[in-house]
């Protein structure tokens, strides 16, 4: 496809459980973000991936979430134990470099995690 | 600490008239600031853009204005059509090498006919 692909689109899962979401960015896209919106709240950053440099991980809330991305392709995010704070949708989104230049980052539709 | 903030969280206007979204942001150190526009089940679609050497940049029916003084900046829809009803996200891109975007809790636009 020619979008950013996502998934699963919906995961439902138990507290404490291991869950990982996958992220297809487009093509050629060097650049890659996992953010996630938790109801209500707005859109908060969790790693960001450029080429070959060494991720920035700043975002990432708590030692549980992991993300890895091998060369400039796909992304896993993957939250160790979870609770049910980790509810969210968690978006993925790619860009070119020079779309980092710009700002303009193209998202995937999301994977809405609830954690009962 | 919230970076970018958009105290309006929701915002109704009628179609044919004007939108106007605000935005307030405190760090200093953004050099690009952005609009993000999302439907719902859908992923934000990129909207505009402003460098911070700018104080407008316009496309179409969208304009953003920058204040940089007052660390402010509005997006202006003209004229608001039904289907710019959304929830719209104001984000800031850290300078320098970390190209981090951080934005606001967004504002639900309703555009009425």
């Known amino acids: 496809g020619a979008g950013v692909s996502q998934s699963p689109s919906n995961k439902v899962t138990e507290k404490g459980k291991d869950v990982e979401l996958r992220c297809d960015p487009i093509?050629?896209?060097?650049?890659l973000y996992w953010y996630r919106q938790r109801l209500g709240q707005g859109l908060e950053f969790l790693i960001y991936?450029?080429?070959?440099?060494?991720?920035?991980k700043s975002g990432l809330p708590s030692d549980r979430f992991s993300a890895e991305r091998t060369g400039e392709s796909v992304s896993t995010l993957t939250i160790q134990r979870t609770q049910q704070e980790d509810s969210a949708v968690y978006l993925c989104?790619?860009?070119?470099?020079?779309?980092?230049?710009?700002?303009?980052?193209?998202f995937g539709e999301g994977s809405r995690l609830t954690v009962l | 600490d919230q970076q970018v903030k958009q105290n309006s969280p929701s915002l109704s206007v009628q179609e044919g008239r004007i939108s106007i979204l605000n935005c307030d942001y405190t760090?200093?150190?953004?050099?690009?600031f952005l609009w993000y526009k999302k439907y719902p089940a859908e992923g934000p679609t990129f909207l505009i853009s402003?460098?911070?050497?700018?104080d407008k940049n316009e496309d179409g029916r969208f304009t953003v204005f920058l204040n940089k003084s007052a660390k402010h900046l509005s997006l202006h829809i003209v004229p608001s059509q039904p289907g710019d009803s959304a929830v719209y996200f104001c984000?800031?891109?850290?300078?320098?090498?970390?190209?981090?975007?951080?934005f606001g809790k967004g504002t639900l636009l309703t555009v009425n006919p």
């Open positions: 984000g800031g891109r850290s300078g320098g090498s970390n190209y981090k975007l951080t």
């Open positions: 760090n200093s150190m953004f050099d690009y």
């Open positions: 093509s050629g896209h060097t650049a």
């Open positions: 402003i460098s911070s050497i700018k």
């Open positions: 989104a790619s860009s070119f470099v020079s779309g980092v230049n710009t700002g303009e980052l193209f």
């Open positions: 991936f450029q080429g070959n440099s060494a991720p920035d």
